[in-house]
């Protein structure tokens, strides 16, 4: 008996469907060669790396002959929603994008979602770092988490022996009590060297990162399940620890303060410290070969993120590298299989030292490493989580508007808290 030709098709796609999840599940190898399992074709892959350190890796993918090559196009990181957007309404669409967390939110909705009957949520958690589960939901992994750029403490090795510092801080309280020492005024009482960059917004590299940084070792999420919590007290008479994180953050550009080392009147965070005029820089990992290049004379080092003194986990801000798999994607079948390869343990290994940034997962956090930047980096990772941000653009202006206004008096901060949590919210619907 002949079938009809429409459930012939239904058959085929039925197939095809079953077959792409069982390459990405590993069931079968991305090289078989099989017809019907080997994916073929070229894979379009749109990313936010740098396209000359990311051709390299491509050239080294494609001559290991998987059946598929990858082709790699870099876009600028703030246009990249708007980048893809337009090529889904001109049915243009990428196979793969490589996007860090902070635009995650706002492109879950047009990536697949791969089940966990295909990739198990165990598997994955015990495989990532825990920052990595970001990209799981109720029904399974939106995106496959590669590398993370956490925040890292930049020091001024010179700065700190001239006071006979043996260490540098480790927590914020040892901060504070190193202010005194390592911060210097002229006789008008200008700020003529700095012990950190911290209080302002303007002129502060990753503010919204820093002070994200203090939110979430308060063990505020920012964002949980789609509604904004900065305003969160566990009763409705406490102060949110949120208010005390602002507090605390704008205290460095206080005058009145003790903690008082920074103001709007000096130079960017990052060339204040390449000047040797800042005894701390919290950055990225991935500042590092700029930092070198800079001022190939400065003197410094590295270690992690200053800490709570209270104890409990360390936590860092990090910005996590993912790849997604497009919802309609024009290769899926050889887009499962690069998704998969890519985040194989050889392969992220690979784009690691590459970029020379820390990958998420564990296997690879066990390895020891001889350059001791990226040993930091490495520990760094472990502690390293991001939130949900529903729109970067928006998100930075949100928390450079609720520093702002707690530093010109323009509200108080329980205010600038609340405002922000509205903002975030309209921001998140």
Do not use: C
């Amino acid at each position: 008996m002949k079938l009809p030709f429409q459930t012939i098709l239904i058959i085929v796609f039925v197939i095809g469907f079953v077959v792409a999840i069982a390459i990405f599940s590993g069931l079968f190898s991305s090289s078989s060669k099989t017809a019907s399992t080997t994916p073929t074709g070229s894979v379009v892959v749109w990313g936010v790396l740098p396209f000359a350190d990311m051709q390299k890796y491509v050239d080294n993918f494609n001559s290991e002959n998987y059946g598929y090559t990858l082709d790699y196009s870099q876009h600028n990181p703030d246009t990249f929603y708007q980048d893809v957007i337009n090529a889904l309404a001109n049915g243009q669409s990428p196979d793969l994008v490589i996007i860090n967390s902070e635009q995650y939110s706002q492109l879950s909705s047009k990536l697949y979602t791969i089940p966990f009957t295909a990739y198990t949520e165990r598997q994955y958690r015990d495989t990532n770092i825990d920052g990595g589960q970001l990209f799981l939901s109720s029904t399974g992994i939106g995106a496959l988490p590669l590398l993370v750029d956490p925040l890292v403490v930049y020091y001024n090795k010179d700065i700190l022996a001239s006071k006979n510092f043996l260490v540098p801080p480790k927590t914020w309280d040892d901060l504070q009590a190193a202010i005194p020492f390592l911060t210097k005024r002229d006789t008008k009482r200008q700020i003529i060297q700095s012990t950190v960059a911290l209080g302002e917004a303007n002129n502060i590299l990753h503010a919204r990162d820093i002070l994200s940084t203090l939110f979430l070792q308060t063990g505020n999420p920012i964002v949980s399940n789609q509604k904004a919590v900065l305003n969160n007290g566990s009763s409705a008479t406490e102060t949110p620890a949120s208010v005390e994180a602002l507090n605390y953050y704008t205290s460095f550009a206080n005058p009145t303060t003790d903690n008082y080392t920074w103001n709007s009147s000096l130079p960017e965070s990052l060339q204040n410290f390449l000047a040797g005029k800042s005894a701390f820089y919290i950055g990225r990992a991935s500042e590092l070969f700029q930092i070198q290049s800079q001022n190939p004379n400065l003197n410094f080092d590295v270690t992690q993120m200053f800490q709570s003194s209270t104890g409990g986990r360390s936590v860092t801000y990090g910005s996590m590298l993912a790849v997604g798999i497009m919802a309609k994607a024009p290769n899926s079948i050889a887009a499962y299989a690069a998704a998969n390869q890519l985040a194989s343990s050889a392969s992220i290994d690979m784009l690691s030292k590459q970029f020379s940034l820390p990958p998420v997962r564990r296997d690879l956090l066990q390895i020891s490493q001889s350059n001791p930047y990226v040993s930091v980096f490495f520990q760094a990772a472990l502690s390293a989580f991001s939130w949900p941000d529903p729109n970067p653009t928006s998100t930075n202006t949100i928390f450079r508007d609720m520093i702002n206004n707690v530093n010109s008096n323009t509200t108080d901060t329980q205010t600038a808290i609340d405002n922000a949590t509205r903002d975030l919210q309209t921001t998140i619907q």
